[in-house]
């Protein structure tokens, strides 16, 4: 599930713990490297997909027993081993991110883990994001803004030993459950278009498609643009929020 995280302070429990020191490295050589993957262009589409957490939803269980905890320090080696491939090395990276941006304030998220409660291995990594992240990463992102009874489930990975058994499912559940103990009313997902599994995923938990995202960036990020079409109406009884979620934004800055 995509996407990084703008203004005010964070509700619900506290953040995840400050970034590792590997994760501390200058700002500058963290912007330089990110604008340089980003190369002169590219366009990216995601579906957003989100779910009322206070209708009742059976999600399926994960076909190995699991339990949900916070993030801890070690964590991070068990999901992304040195040597993993090129995408866990990505997604450790944006974990690393996320943690140094969670340390300073910046970002009002939570990691959840699932952990194999036969060996006690972290399974996946996902986050909880609340109302309350700055614009600057929300137009980095191409993110919504969150109103105040809803919350955004973000960068989802499981190891490769792990997937096919229905570990993502199981956990959007959980996570769904967790936004509700907030006081939630809702979460939302952006999900890129061609990552089916993924979607399958967000769909057997409950999530619907809601909308799509397209972001388009020019010049190593330095102009971004992202657009949100509406799929359906809403079927929840919600507004078309024009002002929210649903905003066309154009930034010169980026992460």
């Known amino acids: 599930m995509a996407g990084r995280s703008g203004d005010g302070a964070a509700s619900g429990p506290a953040p995840s713990p400050a970034a590792p020191p590997d994760a501390r490295i200058p700002a500058f ?30 999600t399926p269980g994960a076909r190995v027993p699991i339990r949900l905890r916070d ?19 990505r997604e450790r990276g944006d ?17 959840f883990v699932a ?5 006690g291995r972290p399974c996946h990594i996902q986050w909880l994001t609340e109302p309350g992240y700055g614009a600057a990463i929300r137009r980095a992102g191409g993110l ?8 955004m489930l973000e960068n989802a990975y499981t190891p490769v030993g792990y997937r096919g058994l229905g570990v993502m499912t199981a956990v959007v559940g959980l996570m769904a459950d967790r936004a509700a103990s907030l006081g939630k009313r809702r979460v ?29 960036q020019y010049g190593f990020g330095l ?19 024009p002002g929210g979620s649903f905003r066309t934004d154009r930034s010169r800055r980026g992460r």
């Not at 801890?72 to 068990?78: K, N, V």
């Not at 999901?79 to 491939?85: I, M, N, S, V």
């Not at 952990?115 to 060996?119: A, P, Y």
């Open 95 to 111: 974990v690393l991110w996320r943690l140094g941006k969670v340390g300073s304030g910046d970002l009002p998220s939570r990691c």
């Open 223 to 241: 102009v971004r643009i992202s657009r949100f079409d509406r799929l359906a109406a809403p079927a929840d009884g919600d507004s078309d929020r």
């Open 188 to 216: 939302v997902a952006f999900i890129d278009e061609d990552n089916s599994p993924s979607l399958r995923a967000a769909e057997r938990a409950g999530l619907s498609r809601w909308v799509v995202r397209t972001r388009t």
């Open 115 to 119: 952990v194999d409660v036969r060996s």
């Open 71 to 89: 993030y801890r320090a070690g964590d991070l080696e068990a999901l992304f081993p040195r040597g993993c491939d090129a995408a866990a090395e």
């Open 29 to 58: 050589l963290d912007r330089i490297g990110r604008r340089l993957r980003e190369g002169p262009y590219g366009r990216r589409i995601s579906v957003g997909m989100r779910r009322d957490v206070t209708v009742p939803f059976d």
């Open 144 to 151: 919504p803004e969150l109103e105040a009874n809803e919350a």
